[in-house]
């Protein structure tokens, strides 16, 4: 090409229907991506730095501020972080309970992000509430499942948003038998509703842009993984929390304020469909007969199915808390006593999104010398890249920027990225020279 | 395409914060879709509606002022809007993240990034209300689907809601909570907390930690002695009030009070 470089720059509005902002700047060269970036201009909110000299009890409370969707997820991470340390040795039914409040953090997430993030791009609408006039019913029914997950949340924390109940050594109080059955009765609402929506997203026509990526989750025992556990990866490695930062870097780039975290040097996938390719094996028989049913299958490559893993984590959440809630109100103290220790300490767990990891080191008192949180919005990022990188070249960069919009778009919300833990965004730019 | 003239135009702008408060909106279910009969969301990224600059009725702000984006972007949200609500920890009172206002922000920084010289950031978290004329607050840490229900039902009547600043203990009282302070010497920041979150803390036994802010004529002083009186040292006092509304004057006031005491102490 003997013409001058042509540059042109366009500016297409945020990236909106993520929890929080994000933004895209691509730049093409001929038939190349020149250059790819997820922009995350996140206010920095310096969570690391306050919470030095905090007393251990009062990091739950402030670490869920990082977070407004999966707040349980940073206190109860910190938590068990220092449980671990304190060896605290928690009895069955509380360990149970604080598996119900997960599924509760579970279901409203991946409602909201189902039903009112992800679905106007199936349906061909720019917002939810634009759908609210011709597919009332569709709506209602994520309503149902993100009411269900909020009321698990409320028995046990008071509310959902930043909830109250969780300590180190257990809750700071068990529920009430009406409470309980109040939940009880909303979740044998919902659970038909979730039947209807791995149903429902079975039936999607999904893009399929199939590409090799490794999936990190939480490795279960005998249950599907959620709040405790080592780490397994999908090349066969796993490893304990505590050697998280031997094999986990983060980097920082001048383009985003997020973190970049690497595997071993390698992007790689945390969520859903990480969690559904790892575990699959561990979910209930009914809920692996309910994915056969709809002819849903796990593992696989395709980032498109997220939306998939997602609705079948909404039912198996709802058949666990079915379960659990039908046991009864159980018996027995809200908590257990505890000795301060003084060390350093690891865990993970999977938050909707992902898995985070959370180390402390606390002096002799419980107050914290040093802290790391790693969200898992930022786990993604290096992979969202790739991802896109890889989608867009094989959905061919002769599209009109609309449509590349669009595409990326839909690309960038399969990971659901709580873009809150970091962001104002900017706006989706191509560049082409 | 059936829209009513008479529906309030609203737009949800974020600044510095979790998202949490946004969920308020979200998080009514049903309520939801008849909100929708009255309102017309302009702006409201969380939900997919995009239009930043448009003119609205009424304008509700989440997070608080941490960089010159976010100076700026409210300066634009006030412009257009008639009527402009605060909403949140971080909108009233700077949020946690105003907790770098007490410290040497810039240190901070460097704790943290790498390259702290990629991050556009000023020094403090300061609320809306230092920056433009707020029409009206929402308090709250998060604020609850409650308040804003209440908030627009007050508004198709024509006024501005009673702001709520009544002490949690009154609330507390009315539900017969067992008193932690009286009965576990927990230090409760009830009795200079703004009502709002339905006494949630000393409800499941635990200690009010004050994330709906100071109450009406808060006696923080009298209240961060008796803190001491059950044995907190100095420095835990502060730390009490240093949480969710540091930067909110009462609070800050002891905080730098009792944070000043701890060094004269260790001196």
Same mark, same amino acid.
């Given at each position: 090409? +003997? +013409?001058?470089?042509?540059?042109?720059?366009?500016?297409?509005?945020?990236?909106?229907?993520?929890?929080?902002?994000?933004?895209?700047?691509?730049?093409?060269?001929?038939?190349?991506?020149?250059?790819?970036?997820?922009?995350?201009?996140?206010?920095?909110?310096?969570?690391?730095?306050?919470?030095?000299?905090?007393?251990?009890?009062?990091?739950?409370?402030?670490?869920?501020?990082?977070?407004?969707?999966?707040?349980?997820?940073?206190?109860?991470?910190?938590i068990?972080?220092?449980?671990?340390?304190?060896?605290?040795?928690?009895?069955?039914h509380i360990?149970?309970l604080r598996?119900?409040m997960?599924?509760?953090?579970?279901?409203?997430?991946?409602?909201?992000?189902?039903?009112?993030?992800?679905?106007?791009?199936?349906?061909?609408?720019?917002?939810?509430?634009?759908?609210?006039?011709?597919?009332?019913?569709?709506?209602?029914?994520?309503?149902?499942?993100?009411?269900?997950?909020?009321?698990?949340?409320?028995?046990l924390g008071?509310?959902?948003?930043?909830p109250v109940g969780l300590q180190?050594g257990g809750f700071t109080k068990l529920p009430?038998?009406?409470?309980?059955?109040?939940?009880?009765?909303?979740?044998?609402?919902?659970?038909?509703?979730?039947?209807?929506?791995?149903?429902?997203?079975?039936?999607?026509?999904?893009?399929?842009?199939?590409?090799?990526?490794?999936?990190?989750?939480?490795?279960?025992?005998?249950?599907?993984?959620?709040?405790?556990?080592?780490?397994?990866?999908?090349?066969?490695?796993?490893?304990?929390?505590?050697?998280?930062?031997?094999?986990?870097?983060?980097?920082?780039?001048?383009?985003?304020?997020?973190?970049?975290?690497?595997?071993?040097?390698?992007?790689?996938?945390?969520?859903?469909?990480?969690?559904?390719?790892?575990?699959?094996?561990?979910?209930?028989?009914?809920?692996?007969?309910?994915?056969?049913?709809?002819?849903?299958?796990?593992?696989?490559?395709?980032?498109?199915?997220?939306?998939?893993?997602?609705?079948?984590?909404?039912?198996?959440?709802?058949?666990?808390?079915?379960?659990?809630?039908?046991?009864?109100?159980?018996?027995?103290e809200a908590n257990?006593?505890?000795?301060?220790?003084?060390?350093?300490?690891?865990?993970?767990?999977?938050?909707?999104?992902?898995?985070?990891?959370?180390?402390?080191?606390?002096?002799?008192?419980?107050?914290?010398?040093?802290?790391?949180?790693?969200?898992?919005?930022?786990?993604?990022?290096?992979?969202?890249?790739?991802?896109?990188?890889?989608?867009?070249?094989?959905?061919?960069?002769?599209?009109?920027?609309?449509?590349?919009?669009?595409?990326?778009?839909?690309?960038?919300?399969?990971?659901?990225?709580?873009?809150?833990?970091?962001?104002?965004?900017?706006?989706?730019?191509?560049?082409?020279? | 395409?059936?829209?009513?003239?008479?529906?309030?135009?609203?737009?949800?702008?974020?600044?510095?914060?979790?998202?949490?408060?946004?969920?308020?909106?979200?998080?009514?279910?049903?309520?939801?879709?008849?909100?929708?009969?009255?309102?017309?969301?302009?702006?409201?990224?969380?939900?997919?509606?995009?239009?930043?600059?448009?003119?609205?009725?009424?304008?509700?702000?989440?997070?608080?002022?941490?960089?010159?984006?976010?100076?700026?972007?409210?300066?634009?949200?006030?412009?257009?809007?008639?009527?402009?609500?605060?909403?949140?920890?971080?909108?009233?009172?700077?949020?946690?993240?105003?907790?770098?206002?007490?410290?040497?922000?810039?240190?901070?920084?460097?704790?943290?990034?790498?390259?702290?010289?990629?991050?556009?950031?000023?020094?403090?978290?300061?609320?809306?209300?230092?920056?433009?004329?707020?029409?009206?607050?929402?308090?709250?840490?998060?604020?609850?689907?409650?308040?804003?229900?209440?908030?627009?039902?007050?508004?198709?009547?024509?006024?501005?809601?009673?702001?709520?600043?009544?002490?949690?203990?009154?609330?507390?009282?009315?539900?017969?909570?067992?008193?932690?302070?009286?009965?576990?010497?927990?230090?409760?920041?009830?009795?200079?907390?703004?009502?709002?979150?339905?006494?949630?803390?000393?409800?499941f036994g635990k200690?009010?930690?004050?994330?709906?802010?100071?109450?009406?004529?808060?006696?923080?002083?009298?209240?961060?002695?008796?803190?001491?009186?059950?044995?907190?040292?100095?420095?835990?006092?502060?730390?009490?009030?240093?949480?969710?509304?540091?930067?909110?004057?009462?609070?800050?006031?002891?905080?730098?009070?009792?944070?000043?005491?701890?060094?004269?102490?260790?001196?």
């Amino acid at each position: 090409m +003997t +013409t001058k470089a042509r540059k042109i720059n366009l500016k297409v509005p945020f990236v909106t229907r993520l929890e929080g902002e994000g933004a895209l700047e691509l730049t093409t060269k001929g038939n190349d991506i020149d250059k790819l970036h997820l922009k995350i201009f996140e206010p920095p909110r310096l969570f690391e730095s306050f919470l030095q000299g905090k007393s251990y009890k009062d990091v739950p409370d402030l670490s869920a501020r990082i977070c407004g969707i999966c707040p349980m997820a940073y206190q109860l991470t910190s938590i068990q972080a220092m449980e671990t340390l304190f060896g605290v040795q928690l009895p069955e039914h509380i360990i149970r309970l604080r598996r119900l409040m997960n599924l509760g953090e579970w279901l409203q997430s991946h409602a909201l992000h189902i039903h009112f993030l992800a679905a106007p791009d199936i349906y061909g609408f720019d917002s939810a509430l634009q759908m609210a006039g011709e597919y009332p019913e569709f709506l209602q029914r994520g309503m149902l499942i993100q009411e269900a997950g909020n009321s698990l949340m409320t028995l046990l924390g008071g509310r959902s948003v930043h909830p109250v109940g969780l300590q180190v050594g257990g809750f700071t109080k068990l529920p009430n038998a009406e409470k309980w059955l109040h939940c009880l009765t909303l979740v044998e609402h919902a659970l038909p509703a979730a039947k209807q929506l791995v149903k429902w997203s079975s039936e999607l026509e999904l893009p399929d842009y199939s590409h090799d990526f490794l999936c990190v989750s939480l490795k279960g025992e005998k249950a599907f993984p959620i709040n405790s556990g080592d780490i397994q990866i999908s090349n066969g490695l796993v490893i304990t929390p505590a050697q998280y930062p031997e094999h986990f870097k983060e980097h920082q780039t001048r383009h985003s304020t997020a973190f970049y975290s690497l595997l071993d040097g390698h992007d790689y996938l945390v969520g859903p469909l990480a969690r559904m390719n790892n575990s699959f094996h561990l979910l209930h028989e009914d809920v692996k007969q309910v994915a056969k049913e709809y002819g849903l299958k796990f593992p696989n490559q395709n980032m498109h199915t997220s939306i998939q893993a997602r609705a079948l984590e909404c039912f198996s959440a709802l058949h666990e808390s079915l379960g659990i809630l039908q046991q009864g109100l159980p018996e027995g103290e809200a908590n257990v006593a505890y000795d301060i220790k003084a060390g350093e300490c690891h865990f993970c767990t999977e938050a909707p999104r992902g898995l985070i990891y959370h180390y402390y080191d606390l002096d002799d008192e419980g107050k914290v010398l040093k802290c790391s949180i790693i969200p898992p919005t930022s786990q993604n990022q290096a992979r969202i890249e790739k991802d896109l990188h890889f989608s867009v070249k094989q959905f061919g960069l002769d599209k009109s920027d609309k449509e590349l919009k669009y595409f990326c778009e839909r690309i960038i919300r399969n990971y659901d990225p709580c873009i809150s833990c970091s962001t104002h965004f900017l706006d989706f730019k191509r560049i082409q020279k | 395409m059936s829209k009513a003239k008479s529906k309030v135009t609203v737009a949800i702008h974020k600044l510095t914060s979790c998202s949490g408060c946004q969920l308020a909106f979200l998080n009514q279910g049903k309520a939801l879709l008849s909100l929708l009969e009255i309102v017309e969301f302009k702006h409201f990224i969380e939900a997919g509606v995009y239009e930043p600059d448009a003119k609205v009725d009424l304008a509700f702000i989440e997070g608080s002022v941490s960089t010159p984006e976010d100076l700026k972007r409210l300066q634009e949200v006030r412009n257009n809007a008639k009527l402009l609500v605060s909403i949140g920890a971080c909108a009233t009172s700077g949020g946690v993240q105003a907790l770098r206002n007490l410290a040497d922000g810039d240190v901070w920084k460097r704790g943290v990034y790498p390259h702290p010289e990629f991050i556009a950031t000023l020094d403090t978290s300061t609320p809306v209300a230092e920056h433009v004329k707020i029409d009206f607050e929402l308090w709250g840490c998060p604020i609850t689907v409650q308040q804003i229900r209440h908030f627009v039902q007050q508004l198709t009547l024509g006024t501005l809601p009673q702001p709520e600043m009544e002490k949690l203990c009154m609330e507390c009282k009315r539900q017969q909570n067992v008193c932690v302070v009286v009965t576990r010497q927990a230090p409760c920041l009830g009795p200079v907390t703004r009502t709002g979150c339905g006494a949630l803390c000393p409800e499941f036994g635990k200690a009010c930690y004050g994330c709906f802010g100071a109450s009406e004529q808060p006696n923080a002083r009298s209240l961060a002695n008796r803190f001491s009186g059950l044995g907190l040292v100095s420095e835990e006092v502060a730390q009490r009030f240093a949480a969710i509304h540091s930067h909110e004057p009462a609070f800050k006031a002891q905080v730098e009070h009792w944070q000043g005491l701890s060094v004269r102490e260790i001196e």
